[in-house]
């Protein structure tokens, strides 16, 4: 037979250290849960239980502060693409009790023939095509609606103002007698937020309500409330024959909660940024990047000789190819000028690779590099490199390599045989292999083939320029139009 006996010198059940900085504590064990039932609790009810107190310490994760007005003229290029705000629509209006008027009142003195004739038409109530009464109702609540304006460029404006609240609906504007001069509660206006082109619209938990990425997309975000409805309030005799006219009637005090308003949406979003652009130009710092940009369409980009001159993507317009005539109009393209990106950029050195999400939208990526560094083909794998630990998709896209400063004697010396060896890197878009739908359904995430940059595809074409001395922009403008021309025909695209 088995019996259980309780360890007499052990002061404690349970044994925890912790410092004196603990911020929670949980209450003491009982001591009558470690007790045992049955014939053997008698024989040990007389011993001592000591509860024990456990300490421990609760973590508490951070809110990010928003930031400050200086931040956010100093570090602008941190906050310009994304942004959490809240949004609220308005409430609707309420309805109102209302009771019939007394027409068999005793009248105080005799009414003439324009009084009779008020009275008859404020007896002449609303009605529906089946003859029953029209209540008036309260006015819907505001919605909120975000949509895209082409007249703004950035977010950073919503880290100073992150809540919209749009306007409640109006009440019904009754004395509490139901007459024909009764009108509904005037319904709120949609509160419109203008955002920039290419904003991505997610609600904060992480689901995506809306890509604006022409002029005036809209997406509504926050319903306003439908406003309460009227009720008659009668006696118990009347309400049988005016249910024949209207389902309104109050049957009792909690028939009243009716007549309020309902309450609007209230949701918490998060705006990205992506910028709406043809062409990105990417390239380490001191490439040429934005001073490329300046030399072919009509932006103004911050150029300086020291790294990290451009801190946010810059946008410029590329005219049409003239040799097209009409056509022209048609081939124009948008250019977008990426902060610049180092080895290491995926570990946040620099200035991280977060506006690499710019590219998204492009169609065609043009690699700067200088001719005149060290190692111009070690540049250029390192930004490829960067790009494919980003986004792999970005490198089965159309590009061209803008080899710059050719004005420099070194790097024009050596031009050709930079040219030949970076279009070497990489294989034909005709040779990569067919995949058939479904082929690669079945291999798991974590077993796909990590490709190494030799087995992209080849740059469309690689062109020696000199942006700062003008040589051979048109070259370069002519292979940029005809890759634009082969992605949209759908040659060379993925």
């Known amino acids: 037979m088995?019996?259980?006996?309780?360890?007499?010198?052990?002061?404690?059940?349970?044994?925890?250290?912790?410092d004196k900085t603990s911020s929670s504590s949980l209450s003491a064990f009982s001591s009558q849960s470690f007790l045992p039932t049955g014939p053997h609790r008698k024989s040990t009810s007389r011993k001592n239980y000591k509860p024990v107190v456990i300490n421990c310490v609760l973590a508490k994760v951070k809110k990010p502060q928003s930031p400050t007005p200086e931040n956010l003229i100093k570090e602008s290029h941190k906050y310009f693409d994304e942004v959490i705000i809240t949004v609220r629509a308005g409430d609707g209006g309420h309805g109102a009790v209302l009771s019939l008027p007394n027409q068999k009142g005793p009248s105080s003195k005799p009414k003439g023939k324009i009084e009779k004739e008020k009275e008859r038409r404020k007896g002449l109530y609303k009605r529906d095509f089946d003859g029953s009464l029209i209540l008036p109702v309260g006015g819907h609540g505001g919605n909120v609606v975000i949509y895209a304006d082409e007249s703004k460029d950035t977010l950073l404006e919503f880290h100073q103002q992150n809540r919209y609240n749009a306007k409640r609906g109006g009440n019904v504007d009754a004395?509490?007698?139901?007459?024909?001069?009764?009108?509904?509660?005037f319904a709120s206006p949609t509160l419109r937020i203008p955002v920039p082109l290419g904003t991505v619209v997610k609600l904060k938990r992480g689901k995506l309500l809306a890509d604006l990425a022409r002029?005036?997309?809209?997406?509504?975000?926050?319903?306003?409330?439908?406003?309460?409805?009227?009720?008659?309030e009668m006696q118990e005799h009347q309400k049988k024959k005016m249910m024949s006219l209207t389902t309104n009637i109050m049957r009792d005090d909690s028939d009243k909660a009716l007549v309020f308003g309902q309450a609007g949406e209230e949701v918490s979003l998060q705006l990205i940024l992506r910028v709406v652009a043809d062409v990105g130009l990417v390239g380490l710092p001191n490439a040429g990047k934005s001073t490329l940009l300046a030399a072919i369409t009509m932006a103004k980009p911050d150029i300086a000789d020291y790294p990290f001159t451009t801190l946010m993507p810059n946008l410029g317009r590329l005219n049409g190819d003239p040799s097209l005539g009409p056509g022209q109009f048609s081939s124009e393209a948008t250019l977008a000028d990426l902060p610049g990106l180092i080895e290491g950029a995926h570990l946040g050195?620099?200035?991280?690779?977060?506006?690499?999400?710019?590219l998204r939208r492009t169609r065609l990526l043009v690699h700067v590099v200088d001719a005149a560094a060290e190692d111009p083909v070690r540049d250029y794998?390192?930004?490829?490199?960067?790009?494919?630990?980003?986004?792999?998709?970005?490198?089965?896209?159309?590009?061209?390599?803008?080899?710059?400063?050719?004005?420099?004697?070194?790097?024009m010396e050596r031009l050709p045989n930079l040219t030949e060896e970076i279009s070497?890197?990489?294989?034909?878009?005709?040779?990569?292999?067919?995949?058939?739908d479904g082929d690669q359904t079945d291999v798991p995430e974590g077993e796909k083939k990590v490709k190494e940059i030799e087995e992209y595809p080849r740059p469309f074409a690689v062109v020696g320029v000199s942006v700062l001395k003008g040589i051979r922009i048109n070259e370069m403008l002519k292979e940029i139009r005809a890759a634009l021309l082969s992605c949209r025909d759908g040659i060379g695209s993925n």
């Open 381 to 411: 794998r390192t930004v490829k490199d960067e790009l494919r630990m980003y986004n792999p998709d970005y490198l089965e896209r159309p590009y061209i390599v803008v080899l710059n400063k050719i004005d420099v004697p070194k790097a």
């Open 424 to 436: 070497r890197i990489g294989i034909d878009k005709a040779s990569l292999p067919l995949v058939i």
């Open 175 to 185: 004395m509490g007698v139901l007459s024909s001069q009764l009108r509904n509660g």
């Open 215 to 232: 002029h005036g997309d809209e997406v509504v975000v926050a319903r306003g409330g439908q406003g309460g409805i009227s009720l008659l």
């Open 2 to 18: 088995l019996s259980w006996v309780p360890q007499q010198r052990s002061s404690s059940i349970l044994n925890f250290h912790s």
């Open 349 to 358: 050195k620099g200035l991280g690779r977060n506006f690499l999400r710019h």
